[in-house]
């Protein structure tokens, strides 16, 4: 993969003197972004994708904002919950974590409110960062989260980058997962630790698990004993032997799709 840069500058000087002009008028609307951004490499990885705009629109972002502040807020709060007693995050003192396909940032949040981390919200549709900078300063955390346009087949990170890797309700929208998880692998860092996966904490009360669902009906309806067998076929193809698939079920309702989880650990 090759990093982007070694671009060569065609302007004249008479051009860059204008260009000079142009970019200190702009220069306070746009630095608090782009600082954000920088924070988010240590070294890019892998060209930047051009996100395919008939699926990563405005509206999009709108629609997940929505949902994530209505149908799904109670799932955020009790997943971070367990990724912090699950993961120790409470005892780092620095750190950076990965929130692929993050969207709004509602679990960056909650992990913000829990831990010393600075959290990146990688999604391939850039129309959320707006409304997730102006979440996080609103709630003060502005200074300690940043945002990148990313596609989880291509990350823009280099290797041995991340300690922990999170990401909910993404990776079954992935075309390659076999590219994806490789690329998971590769950021974090040795002993780093990745949970992906899509549903609700192990430990979210039955009776808020059953609304949610109740409101989500047959779109998540989906077999998870084949979906383990899937992934289990993929990281035996990949080589990859230090993961563990999770399908939480209820005492209350083991009928209840709690969801399914994979850990991974890098060794």
């Known amino acids: 993969m090759k990093s982007v840069g070694g671009f060569r500058s065609m302007y004249n000087e008479k051009q860059r003197r204008t260009d000079a002009g142009n970019s200190h008028r702009r ?9 954000a951004v920088v924070l988010a490499i240590s070294v890019v990885a892998a060209p930047l994708l051009t ?3 008939e699926r990563f629109t405005e509206e999009a972002a709108q629609r997940m904002t929505q949902s994530a502040g209505s149908v799904l ?5 009790p997943l ?7 993961y120790n995050l409470d005892d780092m003192e620095t750190g950076i974590g990965i929130d692929l ?5 509602t679990l960056i949040f909650e992990l913000c409110a829990r831990t010393n981390l600075h959290w990146i919200n990688a999604d391939i549709n850039p129309h959320f960062f707006p409304i997730f900078f102006a979440e996080a300063e609103k709630r003060g955390f502005g200074h300690r989260v940043s945002a990148i346009f990313a596609d989880a087949q291509a990350l823009p990170f280099r290797d041995n980058y991340a300690d922990i890797i999170v990401s909910r309700g993404s990776y079954h929208f992935w075309d390659d997962k076999a590219l994806g998880f490789s690329e998971i692998m590769r950021v974090l860092k040795p002993g780093g630790v990745a949970y992906i996966g899509r549903g609700m904490a192990r430990d979210m009360p039955v009776e808020t698990a059953q609304a949610i669902r109740e409101q989500q009906g047959e779109r998540m309806v989906y077999d998870r004993e084949a979906e383990a067998a899937s992934l289990e076929a993929m990281f035996a193809e990949l080589g990859i032997d230090t993961y563990r698939i999770e399908i939480p079920v209820p005492p209350d309702d083991p009928s209840l799709n709690y969801g399914i989880w994979i850990e991974l650990r890098a060794p």
Not at 73 to 77: L, N, S
Not at 101 to 105: D, E, H, I, L, R
Request: aromatic content about 4%; proline content about 14%; hydrophobic content about 40%.
């Open 27 to 35: 220069r306070g609307k746009l630095v608090p972004l782009v600082l």
């Open 101 to 105: 396909g993050s969207g709004p940032g």
């Open 51 to 53: 996100p395919d705009h």
């Open 80 to 86: 971070a919950e367990q990724l912090v007693a699950d």
């Open 73 to 77: 807020a109670p799932v955020y709060a």
